[in-house]
């Protein structure tokens, strides 16, 4: 008798802790709150200038997809403001914008800071979600920052949703020791005149095919100049309610064909392990470079291939590869904090040698590079990378404003590098009239397709 | 003295029926809110053109007309995913009855091993599998390619995941080794409700494996198959993780379906829509997706037991 009481006892507490648990479980989770809470609570106008460092206190939630990054960034930013901390959230970088419409949807947590890749940066510019950094009280001054850049921080009314942590100034790398074996030179000046237009790149992949018996590659892929690609056009291609794709795919399709009809691409796509591989296998010769390329790219694919790298300018002009920029979103809890982390970190010197010694970017405040600091690297033969990227290709780049469709465009090409590359059949104007049908179906049904 | 009786009956009772009252809310409060709630609110939506930020906009039943009429996805997806099952049902349910009768075999040594180990493809997570596929069949690098060119079967490696056709190849390939596991188990457990008085009798008589697995335990295991075949399908039109995993890891900005979209399933194209990938989102035109679906899959499951009735009263 008193063991099936004390048995109707137990399934009773067991059916109301369930209950219980799964109100509590319903429930928001408040533990990512952070508010700023400087000494002098007061002071209003101490904050919206940013207050003096030492004096405020908080907690800054950044989503980001870097913990080591992130960490980082703590510790350099805690030598000037100690009594604020980062909290790193991890989102992967392709889920930012999922998360960000999610939160904005169902009216949930934002985060101080939400990293916009270059990617994407249109699209979520374009969700309406932002602080204005150029309006009060944050103020941005345009002048701080590299000219180029300011395309890609910028609506197209002007104002600036985001600020970019790096200068991505980009061109070729190209594998020394295959250079002189297959070119006959490692000389940068030489090799860049072998490859100084798409003809004369195509004629010198020819030769690297034949002499290595197609063992070696002159690009990993077409998706390796995918970007470029893209990047080095500079029109505008979504103008209000025209859409100017022909242009567009012309230029971006034509070296593709070339390049694919002569048979010196391989087939990987950029960041599968065998795209990663390839670096280390010394059977490609040129890949893209971007400021960032040297520490995610090559170093990490290639540990014991030090010295056997140098950069040229790209077949085709300067053009930017990637590229993260801070943007505070308008319900954050944090703003006034999360703007001293951006100021410092990207546009104070201080701040900005800091990341770099960190990150290893080219920063985005212009008067650190004047003069340009040193920076050799062993891994490109006593060349100075940055100087060569600020004084070479930098001075030549025009970049075009980010635009909500350029994922569509993006989207469209990566499909159209597995069509011509699967089927040698498909010429150029075919290419390209598959493609415009393809952006077609993507874009508002009333938009004029030129 | 009745009343007396009944009135520890009635509170003995009220009792019982509180404590299951208390053990099926959760449930039902479960139900409600994750279940219930987003069916009927993601049917709201579908009247609305809306990005899942800004303000929602009533546009009536035009969702449904562009889905049936205009889209250049939906019924590709539902062909995309008919083929792949038509490629990978009968191959599981053939080969998974096949490997289920000899793991049900009393002489077999280690069978509790083998009926355990087969088990596992089906526990691995969706996300892994497809990026573990993703390597394998590498244009490139992978390991396929790579045992084919030793074994001189092919001199190069063969596009498996930029071509249309082998992509969906691959496809059934992985999701043969998915759901084998599962195939074979829900089979055992059948060939248990098979009487051995009957198979020892059909020896008796001279029938030979082949015949008692055809005339026995075939039609035997009719209801199993049936069972089978529909959560196959209904498992089919709900594919998303795997393929999505298989033609995107590693690539930002990878277009949705794989080649040419030709792996691209309803549940990804959902997904894609909803969540923008890299063209506009659209929760509103997401939703019309999942009911079209929806649709779909009941017109496909009415059939199938039409089919399976009729079946049975012959």
Known sequence: ?450 | MKNALKAPRRTMEKKLSLAGLLFVIPFFIWYGVFQLFPILYSFYLSFFQWDGIGVKEYIGIQNYIKLFTKDPYFFKSIGNTVLIMVGYLPITLILGLLLAILLFEPRIRGKRFFQTTQFLPYIVAPVACGLLFMLLFDWGTGTINQILIALGLIEEGINWLGNPTMARIVLVIMQCWRQLGYVVTIYLAGLTGISPELLEAAEIDGAGKFQKIRYIIVPLLKNTTLFLTVTGIIDGFQMFDAPKMLFTTGQVGAHAGGPQRSCLTPVWYLYDTAFGGNSASNMGYASVIAYGLFLFILIVSIINYKISARKGED
């Open chain 1, 1 to 450: 008798m008193q063991n099936s009481r004390m048995k109707k006892r137990i399934a009773f507490l067991l059916a109301a802790a369930l209950f219980l648990g799964l109100i509590t479980g319903c429930a928001g989770d408040t533990s990512n709150a952070s508010s700023a809470q400087p000494n002098s609570s007061q002071d209003g106008a101490d904050q919206q200038n940013g207050g003096e460092p030492e004096e405020l206190s908080g907690e800054i939630v950044i989503w980001s997809w870097d913990e080591g990054e992130v960490e980082a960034m703590n510790q350099n930013f805690q030598t000037a403001y100690p009594g604020v901390t980062l909290k790193y959230v991890p989102v992967d970088n392709g889920n930012v914008t999922v998360k960000l419409q999610i939160a904005a949807a169902s009216d949930g947590e934002f985060p101080d800071i939400a990293y916009q890749e270059i990617s994407t940066r249109g699209r979520i510019f374009a969700m309406n979600i932002w602080e204005d950094l150029s309006a009060d009280p944050y103020n941005f001054d345009e002048s701080l920052v590299w000219e180029p850049m300011l395309n890609l921080m910028k609506t197209e009314d002007g104002r600036i949703l985001g600020i970019d942590r790096e200068y991505n100034p980009s061109g070729f790398v190209y594998r020394r020791s295959l250079a002189l074996e297959y070119l006959g030179t490692d000389d940068p000046e030489e090799v860049y005149a072998l490859i100084s237009d798409w003809e004369k790149f195509v004629e010198a992949g020819t030769k690297v095919k034949e002499q290595s018996g197609g063992s070696v590659y002159m690009l990993a892929g077409l998706d390796d100049i995918n970007w470029m690609l893209s990047g080095q056009y500079d029109e505008v291609v979504f103008d209000g309610n025209t859409a100017k794709l022909t242009d567009y795919y012309t230029h971006v399709l034509t070296p593709m064909i070339a390049i694919r009809d002569a048979g010196i691409a391989g087939v990987m796509k950029r960041w599968t392990p065998a795209w990663n591989a390839s670096y280390n296998d010394a059977n490609v010769l040129i890949y893209e470079y971007a400021p960032w390329s040297g520490t995610a790219a090559i170093k990490s694919n290639a540990p014991d291939a030090a010295g056997d790298w140098t950069v040229i300018e790209a077949t085709g002009g300067p053009y930017t590869m990637g590229g993260t920029a801070y943007g505070i979103p308008t319900k954050a809890e944090n703003k006034e904090l999360a703007w001293e982390f951006i100021k410092w970190t990207l546009l104070t010197p201080e701040g900005t040698r800091a990341t770099v010694n960190s990150l290893g970017v080219i920063a985005p405040l212009k008067d650190f590079y004047n003069p340009i600091p040193e920076y050799n690297d062993d891994y490109f033969n006593g060349q100075d990378v940055n100087k060569f990227l600020l004084e070479t290709i930098a001075p030549k780049m025009t970049l075009r404003p980010v635009h909500e469709y350029d994922s569509i465009l993006n989207d469209v090409m990566s499909m159209m590098i597995d069509i011509i590359q699967d089927d040698a059949s498909i010429g150029l104007e075919q290419a390209i009239q598959m493609a415009i049908e393809e952006t077609k179906n993507s874009l508002p049904a009333d938009m004029e397709i030129v």
